[in-house]
């Protein structure tokens, strides 16, 4: 029911949006029309992740997944770029991140690996347009869905610092699925770089 209501809402709020000219109304309808993309996506990511596969063919995948893992492991580990491994199930948990994404997000490995997505990489709460759950959570399906990489937009995604106030951060995103011999997707690869430099710089 939550997800029809998220849906309608979203229907409505771009009708309206496409709809007025008055920019007291467009800004209010950006930002309801930003938290109900938001709300789907984070339910979407809940019940079913990225990936359609019946949730009895993903178990019978985890012994390939741990063989595959093994296989890239020392690669993921030792790249200067930042990357994160996803399971792309229900929750859309994290399997692990690399040196390099730690020192991106200041986080570390112990604090995530285990734990939802979003619950550890939420929109800011003080910027009523954040739409950077909704938009990674659309570039995770597009990737689970077609069994090929995604490049993103360029996507302001504001972190946490160690302190726990959110600084502004813009990235340049790249998802990819990992696949087993029979073309099984069994995790995601989130592969980001910070252009907040580039994307900040006075023109």
Known sequence: MRQFVCEQNIVHFERLLNETTDPT??????ALLASAK????????AASGADSTPLEHRR?????AAMIRRQFQPEFDGS???YMLLDPGPGLSIVDINDAYAAATFISRTDV???????????????PLADGVSNLYSSLRIVGETGRAHAM?????????????????????????IHDANGHLV???HHVEDVTAQATAPR
Not at 115 to 127: A, G, I, K, V, W
Not at 153 to 164: C, K, L, M, N, S
Request: negative net charge.
């Open 187 to 189: 995790f995601l690869l």
């Open 153 to 177: 937009a360029i996507q302001r995604y504001d972190i946490r610092d160690p302190g726990g106030t959110f600084v502004e951060r813009h990235w340049q995103p790249i998802n990819s699925p």
């Open 60 to 64: 019978r995948q985890h012994i390939d």
């Open 113 to 127: 690996v285990g734990r939802s997505l979003f619950d550890m990489f939420p929109d800011n709460p003080d910027d």
């Open 80 to 82: 200067p770029h930042p």
């Open 25 to 30: 109304v467009q800004s209010t309808v950006r």
């Open 38 to 45: 938001r709300q789907l996506a984070l339910l979407n990511s």
